[in-house]
């Protein structure tokens, strides 16, 4: 059967060329800016260093067939972008050398600077996001135009405002007093998205890294902005180390990317946490603009006091909708019998850990326990002494079962465990020897009923499974400890069972 599993951590050859280039060029960058010699030549050889550092490294993550067909089409539009860098220089050079005035050295520069931002856009709207129903991409849109808006106040403070009341002539440089905000701002809307959606696993870390070049290049073109537009006139290595992060960032990205891979797992996960922050920090900038300029400009009343009290407002209205929303978000994850988890939210402990466990080279495991008896409980004695049963084996779990394992109730008579961060599979069946054992007769209204369940075990090792075959592999062991009688028992996985007379090992 063609199952997916998780990448294998490479070689950081790669990783630590990136990080000399990059350490390379600022040291030197620094020493000819100190020397007040040309520093442009070093930083377009380094930009040059790192496209074709990178287009080679999306080339190569382009072909992986264990990717999914629209990661790998997102990848070549990678490549492409990278490819626009790499063709920047020499093409820059050629104006150079043929004598061209510096205004249209400018424009052309900032001509293949507006390519690379379109190319970049492009490459990033291919990646795949994780899914979600209608109504949470909405929340999803309108959270990314809170971001959106945000970044919109910012580029009109420090660059577009200041330009026109400087009269400043936008047919001069039009290029970058408006078409590098527009570009940036559909940058942040589009990177605004991905960090507030999340994506799967196989493009988790590098549409990380991806998204980190992209608010570089953000930050940089702000300020590029800002000293533009109030005639600020400094050296120009403070560009170039936007520039070169940026890049490096991209490349490293592309790298992640190409690790070689075993079957990968390919499961969508939720949005990173920094991204969750993304709307709340937009809605502060308005008022935070505010409170500066009054300050800047010695004018605090009444702006001053207003910027305040607004940001005093939106910290409150903020704080008080950030709460609602973790209850809600608690309440969708939990059983509402029990207080464990739900279904939900140990599918995707169990996701989280598999993958980190991958990373870090440990074991992870997962318990299945069915109750015994438990149709006989509720037959006898009634459905409410049914869920009292259910309340005291959820207790048992919360005992025995040690952080940072996850007990979840996965509805019925059914539970399940996750555990992560496993040192070796002995801990998984520690953790099912003390289940077994805290389970005996327990006193409900008045009568003694007696707790038995059959738990099974299975182990993943760094890398070696995904969550379903995981589960299914407990559930069949739990199906062996069931067959031998109504006592508890738990039984372990084992590889003879893929044989039909195969037979987990079983302890009481």
């Known amino acids: 059967m063609h199952t997916w599993t998780n990448r294998v951590p490479p070689s950081r050859a790669s990783y630590r060329a990136l990080g000399l280039l990059y350490a390379v060029t600022t040291a030197a960058l620094l020493a000819v800016d100190a020397g007040g010699g040309d520093e442009e030549w070093i930083a377009e050889t380094a930009r040059f260093g790192f496209g074709v550092f990178g287009m080679l490294a999306a080339l190569r993550a382009a072909r992986l067939p264990d990717l999914p067909a629209r990661l790998r089409r997102a990848?070549?539009?990678?490549?492409?972008?990278?490819?626009?860098?790499?063709?920047?220089?020499?093409?820059?050079?050629?104006?150079?050398?043929?004598?061209?005035?510096?205004?249209?050295?400018?424009?052309?520069?900032?001509?293949?600077?507006?390519?690379?931002?379109?190319?970049?856009?492009?490459?990033?709207?291919?990646?795949?996001?994780?899914?979600?129903?209608?109504?949470?991409?909405?929340?999803?849109?309108?959270?990314?135009?809170?971001?959106?808006?945000?970044?919109?106040?910012?580029?009109?403070?420090?660059?577009?405002?200041?330009?026109?009341?400087?009269?400043?002539?936008?047919?001069?440089?039009?290029?970058?007093?408006?078409?590098?905000?527009?570009?940036?701002?559909?940058?942040?809307?589009?990177?605004?998205?991905?960090?507030?959606?999340?994506?799967?696993?196989s493009a988790r870390r590098p549409l990380q890294l991806l998204t980190a070049g992209t608010l570089v290049l953000f930050a940089g073109d702000a300020v590029n902005g800002y000293l533009n537009a109030h005639g600020i006139t400094v050296s120009a290595s403070w560009q170039f180390y936007w520039w070169i992060t940026s890049d490096a960032l991209l490349a490293a990205a592309a790298v992640e990317q190409s690790r070689p891979a075993r079957r990968a797992g390919f499961t969508h996960r939720p949005g990173f946490r920094i991204g969750r922050c993304l709307p709340y920090l937009a809605v502060m900038v308005a008022p935070g603009l505010m409170l500066y300029s009054a300050i800047a400009e010695r004018h605090?009343?009444?702006?001053?006091?207003?910027?305040?009290?607004?940001?005093?407002?939106?910290?409150?209205?903020?704080?008080?909708?950030?709460?609602?929303?973790?209850?809600?978000?608690?309440?969708?994850?939990?059983?509402?019998?029990?207080?464990?988890?739900?279904?939900?939210?140990?599918?995707?402990?169990?996701?989280?850990?598999?993958?980190?466990?991958?990373?870090?080279?440990?074991?992870?495991?997962?318990?299945?326990?069915?109750?015994?008896?438990?149709?006989?409980?509720?037959?006898?004695?009634?459905?409410?002494?049914?869920?009292?049963?259910?309340?005291?084996?959820?207790?048992?779990?919360?005992r025995c079962v040690p952080s940072p394992g996850l007990p979840a109730r996965l509805g019925g008579d059914e539970f399940a465990v996750t555990l992560s961060g496993l040192a070796s599979p002995r801990q998984a069946y520690e953790t099912a020897g003390r289940i077994a054992a805290a389970l005996g007769p327990v006193a409900v209204d008045g009568r003694l009923i007696t707790l038995a369940a059959s738990i099974g075990v299975a182990v993943s090792a760094p890398g070696e499974l995904h969550h379903d075959e995981l589960v299914h592999r407990a559930d069949l062991a739990m199906y062996k400890a069931k067959a031998l009688g109504p006592e508890t028992r738990w039984a372990v996985w084992q590889e003879s069972l893929e044989a039909a007379a195969g037979k987990p090992e079983v302890a009481a």
């Open 75 to 201: 990848w070549t539009a990678v490549a492409g972008c990278f490819g626009v860098l790499v063709l920047s220089v020499p093409v820059l050079c050629v104006l150079n050398l043929s004598g061209l005035n510096p205004g249209d050295a400018k424009t052309a520069d900032d001509v293949i600077h507006v390519i690379f931002v379109v190319a970049l856009l492009i490459a990033l709207q291919l990646f795949p996001l994780a899914k979600m129903r209608p109504r949470d991409r909405a929340k999803n849109v309108l959270d990314a135009m809170t971001v959106l808006v945000g970044g919109s106040l910012v580029l009109w403070y420090t660059a577009v405002d200041p330009m026109i009341h400087s009269g400043h002539d936008f047919t001069d440089g039009f290029v970058s007093a408006v078409l590098y905000p527009i570009g940036d701002l559909a940058l942040l809307f589009t990177v605004a998205r991905a960090l507030l959606r999340g994506a799967d696993d």
């Open 300 to 398: 605090f009343s009444p702006w001053g006091g207003l910027a305040i009290g607004g940001a005093a407002l939106s910290a409150l209205v903020l704080s008080r909708q950030t709460l609602v929303q973790r209850e809600s978000d608690e309440l969708a994850l939990i059983d509402g019998l029990t207080g464990l988890a739900n279904r939900s939210r140990f599918r995707e402990t169990s996701h989280r850990g598999l993958h980190r466990d991958a990373r870090a080279g440990l074991h992870s495991a997962v318990l299945v326990i069915d109750m015994n008896s438990f149709k006989e409980i509720n037959d006898t004695f009634g459905h409410q002494a049914g869920d009292a049963v259910l309340v005291e084996l959820a207790d048992v779990l919360r």
